[in-house]
């Protein structure tokens, strides 16, 4: 299965969006961010890169101001 892994530079942020994923019906995990995307708060949501068009929808009705990046 493909994926993508969102990440955000705060926890609580990375910690709503899951939250609101969880209102979508999407299946998601909290991962330990890899470390070659050094840009977060250590923890990120891998989540199916075919929902990936409702990840973007939350992004854009909400401000996130710690997003830091779809991957």
Do not use: H, W
Request: proline share 4%; net charge positive.
């Amino acid at each position: 299965m493909n994926y993508i892994i969102v990440v955000f530079k705060a926890r609580t942020e990375t910690l709503s969006f899951a939250n609101i994923l969880r209102g979508y019906n999407v299946p998601f995990q909290i991962i330990n961010t890899p470390r070659n995307l050094n840009l977060s708060c250590g923890i990120s949501v891998k989540m199916p890169a075919s929902r990936r068009d409702i990840a973007e929808e939350i992004l854009r009705k909400r401000s996130f101001q710690s997003f830091a990046g779809i991957f």
